[in-house]
């Protein structure tokens, strides 16, 4: 009976002792996470502190050494807006050898809310501790919401937004919608609303209430807003701004785009060593992967009088976005009128 007692305390004690060694190792990993990995650390506290129930994967529990990958969460987003040049521009980004995309949009603020953290962390491709995540979902900007999301994920995420010449927006937008009821399409005056001071006119040309929302959320120098005409004749131009405002080197090489004539826009060079990190494209010959077909759709005419009410409507839109930004745009719709 004794040597029974004897064998069971010290069964007790081995249990105690090997509890008390686990717990005060994975204390020590994390103080190290929190010391090497400070934003990882929040974001491994946040995904804890989320209404998930799902435990953070493996990778983000423990210590990394500089170059081992994982997924992250974006630490900047293309935000906006639709029909400006987003995807080209996300796609070109990834030229960069510390730039990592989804080649998707995920949507995660606007459509996927009922998920959590993890899930969009999940979303992300592999980085290393080094590199950029860039997510791009050009309906972020749309609503107040997904901004007051998107700041409650990270306060200090870095924000690039597109515009371009609204008339041609509009242009865009029209052929994208009526490229999905071909037959029955309105015309381009019935589509706008009949009129240029239609709502969903102004909703399509009216860049900087959207804009100011940002601004109340994000302090100004977290968000660099391009126009998407520099990015189809210069996107060299581009690229480097926004990796000057991303804080990393330019790499770019003029070899890595070409311009296809046939597309009428720069495409990857798919002999350049850096194209298979930006596949996602279609490629269109053995020398250019270009976006597909639904990017360069053709434009609708406009008559010139509603060519003209639309100049009209939308020119005191265009120079409160200037002021706002403190930047103009040479738009071609708006040039000498
Ligand atoms: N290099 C290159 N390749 C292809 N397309 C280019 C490029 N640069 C700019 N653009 C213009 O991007 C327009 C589509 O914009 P988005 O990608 O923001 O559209 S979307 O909202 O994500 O559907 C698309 O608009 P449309 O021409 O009206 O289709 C293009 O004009």
């Known amino acids: 009976m004794c040597k029974k007692i004897v064998s ?22 994390n103080i190290l996470r929190q010391h090497w990995f400070p934003e990882q650390h929040d974001t491994f506290l946040a995904s804890l502190h989320s209404n998930d129930s799902t435990p953070p994967d493996e990778a983000s529990s423990s210590p990394l050494l500089e170059d081992e990958t994982q997924k992250r969460l974006p630490d900047c987003l293309i935000i906006g807006f639709s029909k400006c040049g987003t995807t080209a521009l996300r796609g070109f980004l990834t030229l960069h050898p510390d730039i990592v995309s989804p080649l998707r949009e995920i949507r995660y603020f606007t459509s996927h809310y009922e998920e959590n953290l993890e899930w969009y962390k999940n979303q992300m491709p592999l980085s290393t501790a080094a590199q950029i995540t860039v997510e791009k979902s050009a309906g972020y900007i749309s609503t107040s919401e997904s901004l007051e999301r998107i700041r409650q994920m990270n306060a200090s995420v870095k924000l690039v937004v597109m515009v371009r010449d609204p008339i041609t927006r509009l242009q865009s937008e029209y052929a994208r919608s009526v490229s999905k009821n071909s037959p029955r399409a309105p015309s381009f005056r019935t589509w706008c609303g009949g009129t240029a001071q239609s709502p969903s006119v102004l909703r399509l040309v009216d860049y900087a209430t ?20 520099l990015l189809e004749e210069k996107p ?7 990796y000057g405002f991303l804080g990393l080197k330019n790499t770019f090489e003029k070899t890595d785009l070409v311009f296809n004539e046939e597309k ?15 596949k ?23 008559g010139d009088r ?14 409160r976005l200037f002021s706002l930004i403190g930047r ?6 708006f040039k000498g009128v």
């Open 210 to 229: 959207p804009l100011e929302q940002v601004f109340s959320l994000f302090p100004r120098q977290q968000v660099l807003v391009l126009s998407e005409e």
């Open 328 to 333: 103009k745009f040479n738009w071609p719709n």
């Open 264 to 278: 009428g826009f720069f495409c990857f060079n798919t002999s350049s060593p850096k194209y298979p990190k930006a």
């Open 280 to 302: 996602g494209s279609i490629v269109l010959n053995e020398k250019t992967g270009c976006l597909g077909s639904h990017k360069g759709r053709a434009h609708p005419e406009i």
């Open 306 to 319: 509603f060519f003209k009410e639309l100049v009209d409507f939308i020119r005191p839109h265009n120079q």
């Open 8 to 29: 069971v305390l010290f069964v007790l004690s081995i249990s105690i002792y090997i509890i008390l060694e686990v717990s005060t190792s994975l204390e020590a990993h």
């Open 236 to 242: 060299l131009d581009i690229l480097k701004e926004v």
